[in-house]
């Protein structure tokens, strides 16, 4: 069988029809439907037994495209909106607060302070993340620039 999937003559199933699939396409269906109401990456997940991450590949349509497209055919809505994610949850006040502090902690001593990853704070070192508190930041330092 492997070599039947392996040199294409065998195609896995979609959705339902697929062994490996742990909800019907129906209840997918209402998963993209919960997330187009504003639902969260994890409430859905918890409420359907999904990983949060598989949840945001279904929000960004790289899962489930053959359902999105019949949901979008249906309901006229092609899209979800986006998790409010990590920065959702730290205020935008303290998220400014941290990237001020950048220069003089280490980025473990700042994920500790917001209780995060260190990942997450090289991110914002990087400015890969936080992109609202990047500009209110520097929109501060214009509006007061540190004197000579």
């Not at 209402?30 to 109401?37: A, S, W």
């Not at 260190?118 to 330092?141: H, Q």
Request: aromatic fraction near 6%.
């Amino acid at each position: 069988m492997s070599h039947a999937v392996e040199t294409g003559l065998k195609k896995g199933l979609p959705g339902q029809d697929n062994s490996m699939s742990k909800l019907t396409d129906h209840e997918y269906y209402q998963v993209i439907d919960r997330l187009v109401k504003g639902a969260s990456n994890d409430e859905v997940s918890k409420e359907y037994g999904l990983h949060p991450r598989y949840v945001s590949l279904i929000r960004h349509k790289k899962r489930l495209i053959r359902i999105w497209e019949k949901y979008a055919d249906a309901t006229g809505v092609s899209e979800a909106p986006k998790s409010g994610g990590l920065s959702s949850k730290i205020p935008l006040d303290i998220r400014v607060d941290i990237i001020r502090q950048l220069p003089s902690k280490t980025n473990k001593e700042l994920a500790r302070m917001i209780d995060v990853d260190c990942s997450v704070i090289s991110n914002v070192r990087y400015r890969k993340t936080w992109k609202d508190a990047w500009d209110l930041f520097d929109k501060r330092s214009n509006d007061h620039p540190e004197r000579e």
